[in-house]
T-cell receptor, first 113, second 111 residues
């Protein structure tokens, strides 16, 4: 089984709709991250959480919110989706005690029409 | 190396040749670097990492070289195989365990 899972894997939604992307991990890591990936722009950090009670904005948090429901679960919400939020979204985890490397889920391809 | 605009740098090699992928990083205070491989339709996969107090680290068929003087990182893949075809990008830890990622290089391995 994959260590970091994301649901859904693909989603098409309409402008103005609320949508939630979910991430679960079995790696036992404390730190979790949400990124979006756009062609030619690389990975950009949306939000990150270093433990259940810690939530921090990344470089592009506007239009997004997150919830850390448990050590293993970190969800990303788009309260009112807009077309320029069409992108690939990745969740990642890292072990705060062991190192810096982040381990990624398979991604969610989101299309906002 | 790093991309400009919307187009990724590309590297095309023959199967069996060695590949060298380059990355320029921005912050001389970065203390940790990682190379990732991303295949089409998949999430980035950790390949190898190196701390700033090292200048070379080897893994299985891969070697990472770090030149802090010119802020340059390279990934060498020995005996490149078709399964190595992917986008490769570097990441640096500038501060507080938040990574900054390069835009990537597309490696194509020709049979």
């Amino acid at each position: 089984d994959a260590d970091v899972t994301q649901t859904p894997r693909n989603r098409i939604t309409k402008t103005g709709k609320r949508i939630m992307l979910e991430c679960s991990q079995t790696k036992g890591h404390d730190r979790m991250y949400w990124y979006r990936q756009d062609p030619g722009l690389g990975l950009r950090l949306i939000y990150y959480s270093f433990d259940v009670k810690d939530i921090n904005k990344g470089e592009i948090s506007d239009g997004y919110s997150v919830s850390r429901q448990a050590q293993a679960k970190f969800s990303l919400s788009l309260e009112s989706a807009i077309p320029n939020q069409t992108a690939l979204y990745f969740c990642a985890t890292s072990d705060g005690t062991g190192g810096v490397a982040q381990y990624f889920g398979p991604g969610t391809r989101l299309t906002v029409t | 190396g790093e991309s400009v605009g919307l187009h990724l740098p590309t590297l095309s090699v023959q199967e069996g040749d060695n590949s060298i992928i380059n990355c320029a990083y921005s912050n001389s205070a970065s203390d940790y670097f990682i190379w990732y491989k991303q295949e089409s339709g998949k999430g980035p996969q950790f390949i190898i990492d190196i701390r700033s107090n090292m200048d070379k680290r080897q893994g299985q068929r891969v070697t990472v070289l770090l030149n802090k003087t010119v802020k340059h990182l390279s990934l060498q893949i020995a005996a490149t195989q078709p399964g190595d075809s992917a986008v490769y990008f570097c990441a640096e830890n500038k501060s507080n365990y938040k990574l900054t990622f390069g835009k990537g290089t597309l490696l194509t391995v020709n049979p």
